[in-house]
């Protein structure tokens, strides 16, 4: 789903969209790397869940997309300040009217297979999202048409000016450029077929993904002869494994052993800010959680700090907006103290009494489950039983999907520009509106803020978008956590970014 983390860097989620290109300009970043890079054997990495599948088009499961952030390619992707700079595309121009994009494609790129990957992969890649109604159709919601005139030349044309189009087009995988025949033989599920550093050789489920270098890579080649990924849920087993040399990286580390971690130095431990957020969502398609008084109520009845303390250990921030604090995007916004007496007068004038709340979370979001034990106590002073249901996360999607649920815990993971923290989640009918909060005036400042090309008008258009948003309770947002990641003291070349992208490329690993 996902989108740069580096160590010991601010937040920097700045207007990525046109990445310095003024309209009627010319962009030229051709960063050809040179080839090179010796084998450095395979490098173990535990993440915290399986991967639901691979079609970088269809899954939004963050364990996903740390597999393919080193399978795939996109058009442009976001540096380590999380400014989009190139990667299949090595420049661009935009019309005066900023209403036409052309980009030149980097030449001499494959596929895995060795299969040339042209403008006419770019185009079907892109019409898929969009005639398919895919999870990122709605980042193209201004794009009129995508065409290829040349191999080397893709132009989209849209209908309106979008200031992030490139973190659109760039800001994580499930924009990836696909190969047709590995859509159409339904393999890309399991045995996907990239441009990018390696390729997937196995997939065992229950068990690994073994990825073996791409040799036809069109950058610098990967020193790492590969990179397996084991699903390993527990963070004390993921710690153990690391400690005892099985894996050489993880970031499924239990938090309240980071600090020590950190001290101790026997391996590599790093922290820093990220540009996630987590919440609560309560279904609005239900009675009473339709009345904005309900929600509102549940609002004042948590404690922010303590659920924090005890999903992150002090590895994250409280906050009641989706956007974290050091973010240009950052709006000071918390109207919502901790007031039991307050929920239960809300309560009241809904006339909810003995109120009984279905809330679903996911073992292989761990943090979901000790969150969600904070709020049932939390919510038991006020009135509210809470039902914890737990579920894997293959179980936790269907059920989100069909809207069976109360109320359900989730983070948001690697947004880039502020049409990512609000559009697809609190848009009437956005993608990823499940709970079903509907209010015209968000519509209509959500659709104004994304082509909105002036940034100051811009950034008073999502405030105010973001206060309503709050105010109505949709998402009862609850904080932003840290990225922390650890390493074996043999990996070198590792970068942990704020947007969670996990980038094994430049990674050597001592024999």
Same mark, same amino acid.
């Given at each position: 789903?996902?989108?740069?983390?580096?160590?010991?860097?601010?937040?920097?989620?700045?207007?990525?969209?046109?990445?310095?290109?003024?309209?009627?300009?010319?962009? /030229?970043?051709?960063?050809?790397?040179? $080839?090179?890079?010796?084998?450095?054997?395979? @490098?173990? *990495?535990?993440? =915290? &869940?399986?991967?639901?599948?691979?079609?970088?088009?269809?899954?939004?499961?963050?364990?996903?997309?740390?597999?393919?952030?080193?399978?795939?390619?996109?058009?442009v992707e976001p540096d380590a300040d999380l400014?989009?700079?190139?990667?299949?595309?090595?420049?661009?121009t935009t019309s005066s009217d900023q209403l036409?994009?052309?980009?030149?494609?980097?030449?001499?790129?494959?596929?895995?297979?060795?299969?040339?990957?042209?403008?006419?992969?770019?185009?079907?890649?892109?019409?898929?999202?969009?005639?398919?109604?895919?999870?990122?159709?709605?980042?193209?919601?201004?794009?009129?048409?995508?065409?290829?005139? /040349?191999?080397?030349?893709?132009?989209? $044309?849209?209908?309106?000016?979008?200031?992030? @189009?490139? *973190?659109?087009? =760039? &800001?994580?995988?499930?924009?990836?450029?696909?190969?047709?025949?590995?859509?159409?033989?339904?393999?890309?599920?399991?045995?996907?077929?990239?441009?990018?550093?390696?390729?997937?050789?196995?997939?065992?489920?229950?068990?690994?993904?073994?990825?073996?270098?791409?040799?036809?890579?069109?950058?610098?080649?990967?020193?790492?002869?590969?990179?397996?990924?084991?699903?390993?849920?527990?963070?004390?087993?993921?710690?153990?494994?690391?400690?005892?040399?099985?894996?050489?990286?993880?970031?499924?580390?239990?938090?309240?052993?980071?600090?020590?971690?950190?001290?101790?130095?026997?391996?590599?431990?790093?922290?820093?800010?990220?540009?996630?957020?987590?919440?609560?969502?309560?279904?609005?398609?239900?009675?009473?959680?339709?009345?904005?008084?309900?929600?509102?109520?549940?609002?004042?009845?948590?404690?922010?700090?303590?659920?924090?303390?005890?999903?992150?250990?002090?590895?994250?921030?409280?906050?009641?907006?989706?956007?974290?604090?050091?973010?240009?995007?950052?709006?000071?916004?918390?109207?919502?103290r901790h007031d039991p007496d307050q929920a239960?007068?809300?309560?009241?004038?809904?006339?909810?009494?003995?109120?009984?709340?279905?809330?679903?979370?996911?073992?292989?979001?761990?943090?979901?489950?000790?969150?969600?034990?904070?709020?049932?106590?939390?919510?038991?002073?006020?009135?509210?039983?809470?039902?914890?249901?737990?579920?894997?996360?293959?179980?936790?999607?269907?059920?989100?999907?069909?809207?069976?649920?109360?109320?359900?815990?989730?983070?948001?993971?690697?947004?880039?520009?502020?049409?990512?923290?609000?559009?697809?989640?609190?848009?009437?009918?956005?993608?990823?509106?499940?709970?079903?909060?509907?209010?015209?005036?968000?519509?209509?400042?959500?659709?104004?803020?994304?082509?909105?090309?002036?940034?100051?008008?811009?950034?008073?258009?999502?405030?105010?978008?973001?206060?309503?948003?709050?105010?109505?309770?949709?998402?009862?947002?609850?904080?932003?956590?840290?990225?922390?990641?650890?390493?074996?003291?043999?990996?070198?070349?590792?970068?942990?970014?704020?947007?969670?992208?996990?980038?094994?490329?430049?990674?050597?690993?001592?024999?």
């Open positions: 789903m996902t989108r740069s983390r580096i160590v010991a860097a601010a937040l920097a989620v700045a207007l990525t969209g046109l990445a310095g290109c003024d309209a009627g300009d010319s962009v /030229d970043v051709d960063g050809d790397a040179t $080839a090179g890079g010796s084998a450095g054997g395979t @490098l173990t *990495a535990a993440i =915290g &869940g399986e991967p639901d599948q691979l079609d970088p088009h269809r899954t939004s499961a963050y364990y996903s997309f740390e597999v393919l952030e080193n399978v795939y390619d996109t058009l400014k989009m700079g190139p990667a299949l595309a090595t420049k661009w036409t994009w052309t980009f030149t494609l980097r030449e001499g790129v494959t596929f895995s297979d060795g299969s040339p990957l042209t403008s006419e992969d770019v185009v079907y890649s892109y019409q898929r999202i969009i005639r398919e109604k895919l999870n990122a159709a709605y980042k193209f919601a201004t794009v009129k048409s995508v065409t290829g005139p /040349d191999p080397a030349t893709v132009v989209v $044309a849209l209908t309106a000016p979008t200031p992030n @189009l490139l *973190a659109n087009l =760039g &800001g994580f995988k499930g924009v990836a450029i696909v190969e047709k025949s590995n859509v159409e033989s339904g393999a890309i599920k399991t045995r996907p077929v990239g441009s990018g550093p390696f390729t997937v050789a196995s997939y065992t489920s229950g068990d690994t993904i073994k990825l073996t270098r791409n040799d036809a890579y069109w950058g610098q080649k990967p020193k790492l002869d590969g990179v397996t990924f084991t699903f390993v849920k527990d963070p004390t087993v993921a710690l153990q494994n690391l400690r005892g040399g099985e894996v050489q990286w993880t970031d499924n580390l239990p938090p309240q052993q980071v600090p020590a971690l950190k001290e101790a130095g026997e391996v590599a431990v790093t922290t820093t800010p990220s540009t996630d957020y987590w919440y609560l969502a309560l279904n609005e398609g239900r009675e009473p959680y339709d009345d904005v008084n309900v929600r509102r109520a549940v609002a004042f009845a948590l404690d922010r700090e303590a659920i924090t303390k005890a999903a992150k250990f002090g590895q994250a921030t409280a906050n009641q907006t989706a956007i974290p604090r050091g973010s240009s995007w950052y709006y000071d916004y918390s109207p919502y239960r007068q809300l309560l009241g004038q809904a006339g909810v009494k003995g109120l009984t709340l279905d809330l679903m979370v996911t073992s292989e979001y761990p943090e979901t489950v000790s969150a969600a034990q904070v709020i049932a106590a939390q919510l038991k002073e006020v009135g509210i039983t809470v039902k914890i249901r737990t579920l894997d996360f293959a179980q936790w999607l269907d059920e989100q999907g069909r809207g069976n649920f109360d109320g359900f815990l989730l983070g948001w993971l690697g947004n880039i520009d502020p049409d990512e923290f609000y559009y697809a989640q609190h848009r009437t009918g956005g993608t990823f509106n499940f709970h079903k909060y509907s209010n015209p005036t968000v519509d209509t400042l959500l659709d104004q803020a994304r082509t909105q090309t002036d940034a100051g008008v811009r950034k008073q258009t999502y405030e105010r978008a973001a206060k309503q948003i709050v105010d109505d309770a949709s998402y009862i947002y609850l904080y932003n956590p840290d990225v922390v990641q650890g390493w074996s003291r043999k990996v070198t070349g590792y970068q942990v970014r704020t947007d969670r992208a996990i980038r094994f490329r430049d990674v050597a690993l001592a024999r």
